[in-house]
């Protein structure tokens, strides 16, 4: 069965950072495409960023510069770091992947609360 479960978020001011990780079980994470998508109060769930099996990094236009993602294969793991963060970074941000060779094989995780406020 596969698992995802986020883990690193919380409160913390404007222009601080915060580390998102996300640890994958259940299959064979290697050939899956990795990313974090975030929803806000009221609005739809919208990308924040993706990386490839083969580490290639894609942005949301909201959050390049300021965001990082990567992956540890070894770990079965995705990180988010997170810098700069700004009041509407303010989101539950949910980790997903997708199979490379079959995307109907997808799968979220529960997602993270990450507020910034003063």
């Known amino acids: 069965q596969v698992q995802l479960v986020e883990s690193g978020g919380g409160l913390v001011q404007p222009g601080g950072s915060l580390r998102l990780s996300c640890a994958a079980s259940?299959?064979?994470?290697?050939?899956?495409?990795m990313g974090w998508y975030r929803q806000a109060p009221g609005n739809q769930r919208e990308l924040v960023a993706t990386i490839t099996t083969g580490g290639s990094t894609n942005y949301a236009d909201y959050v390049k510069g300021r965001f990082t993602i990567s992956r540890d294969n070894a770990k079965n793991t995705v990180y988010l770091q997170m810098n700069s963060l700004k009041p509407e970074d303010t989101a539950v941000y949910y980790c997903h992947v997708r199979h490379i060779f079959s995307p109907d094989r997808n799968y979220w995780g529960k997602g993270t609360l990450v507020t910034v406020s003063s």
């Open positions: 259940g299959t064979n994470f290697n050939i899956y495409n």
